[in-house]
């Protein structure tokens, strides 16, 4: 089989960082669209949708969001395989029925993950991995029939149902767009400094055993489109 065909919904008000991340950590044809200017797919003939992370919340009165949702919803119904990440992780679970709420404080920099449910989306990966997270929403309830495969004492850090993923933590950060993301935050100056901080050698290098998600994710998606031929 060629390459996998993966859309890339980006999220984030067209950062091309977050495009050039994915495409460095996705290995597959990566087609990214514009999704807050209103572009999406044509169609659902991708063999695997990423919703990425955003500016925006679920719940906000933006003219894109619901179609998104419809759009991501649709995708999951023809059984695409789904992997929302940060926003796009409260987006699938939207979409699926879920609820998305304001979490009253922000989870910044790298923390611990715990893997709750042996998911095929952390094999490879230990009980308790290290990867960075931006978020001050959060899922506050899953939707019917899914499942948490991953938290912390923040929040909800995964889930799945059926063909459909959800990571609140950021696999696909590196080092520069860690800082960048901290230093644009509208958080006490202490608060950054100490993020800042935590952005060492050790702790980049220890995050890169989360992109294993991304590889596990079109692993899982070529065996679903294997299975379909």
């Known amino acids: 089989m060629g390459t996998l065909q993966v859309a890339l919904l980006n999220a984030s008000y067209n950062d091309s960082m977050t495009t050039e991340n994915f495409r460095r950590d996705v290995d597959?044809?990566?087609?990214?669209?514009?999704?807050?200017?209103?572009?999406?797919?044509e169609t659902f003939e991708y063999d695997?949708?990423?919703?990425?992370?955003?500016?925006?919340?679920v719940y906000w009165d933006e003219p894109w969001i619901e179609p998104l949702a419809d759009w991501v919803g649709g995708a999951?119904?023809?059984?695409?395989?789904?992997?929302?990440?940060?926003?796009?992780?409260?987006?699938?679970?939207?979409?699926?029925?879920g609820d998305v709420s304001p979490m009253g404080e922000y989870e910044l920099g790298y923390r611990e993950v715990e893997v709750e449910d042996s998911s095929v989306l952390f094999d490879g990966l230990p009980d308790r991995f290290v990867a960075f997270t931006t978020h001050?929403?959060?899922?506050?309830?899953?939707?019917?029939?899914?499942?948490?495969?991953?938290?912390?004492?923040c929040s909800i850090q995964g889930f799945r149902r059926g063909h459909a993923f959800g990571v609140q933590f950021h696999p696909e950060y590196d080092r520069a767009s860690a800082e960048r993301v901290t230093r644009n935050k509208d958080l006490p100056d202490e608060r950054i400094r100490g993020v800042l901080d935590g952005i060492t050698d050790e702790t980049v290098d220890a995050a890169t055993d989360a992109k294993t998600v991304f590889d596990n994710f079109l692993g899982y998606a070529r065996r679903r489109t294997e299975t379909d031929r």
């Open 28 to 41: 597959a044809d990566v087609r990214p669209f514009a999704v807050n200017k209103g572009h999406r797919p």
């Open 48 to 57: 695997a949708v990423i919703v990425s992370g955003s500016g925006a919340s």
């Open 76 to 97: 999951i119904e023809r059984d695409v395989p789904v992997l929302g990440v940060c926003f796009g992780h409260q987006l699938v679970a939207h979409a699926l029925g």
């Open 136 to 153: 001050s929403d959060e899922v506050t309830a899953l939707p019917p029939d899914a499942t948490v495969i991953a938290a912390n004492e």
